[in-house]
């Protein structure tokens, strides 16, 4: 059975750094490999929106609010996919999600920016 667990989030300062990751179980490598993997968030009240992607040969796609703050990255031997957080902002409070594909997907993990 595919799982797919997010760990890292938790309460920061604005201005300072979290890691997110997520690592793949159950799920076959060439799934893993072969899709695009990606980090969403859903802020109360918000649907839910893609904030950085990493596609099977490598290239990154950021939503235009964490360009140059956030950087995606994977590990295909580990079936993990990692999201490095910089700068952070009162505005990126959310539950992020990593997924796979977007067909399958993480319970999500909190992080809480205070101003």
């Known amino acids: 059975q595919a799982r797919l667990v997010e760990s890292g989030g938790g309460l920061v300062q604005a201005g300072g750094s979290l890691t997110l990751s997520c690592k793949a179980s159950?799920?076959?490598?060439?799934?893993?490999?072969?899709?695009?993997l990606g980090w969403y968030r859903q802020a109360p009240g918000n649907e839910r929106e893609l904030v950085a992607s990493?596609?099977?040969?490598?290239?990154?796609n950021y939503a235009d609010s964490v360009k140059g703050r956030f950087t995606i990255s994977k590990d295909n031997v580990r079936r993990s996919v990692y999201l490095q957080m910089n700068s952070l902002k009162p505005e990126d409070t959310a539950v992020y999600y990593c997924?796979?594909?977007?067909?399958?997907w993480g319970q999500g993990t909190q992080v809480t920016v205070s101003s």
């Open positions: 990493i596609i099977p040969g490598g290239s990154t």
């Open positions: 159950g799920v076959i490598l060439s799934v893993f490999t072969g899709n695009t």
């Open positions: 997924s796979v594909g977007r067909q399958y």
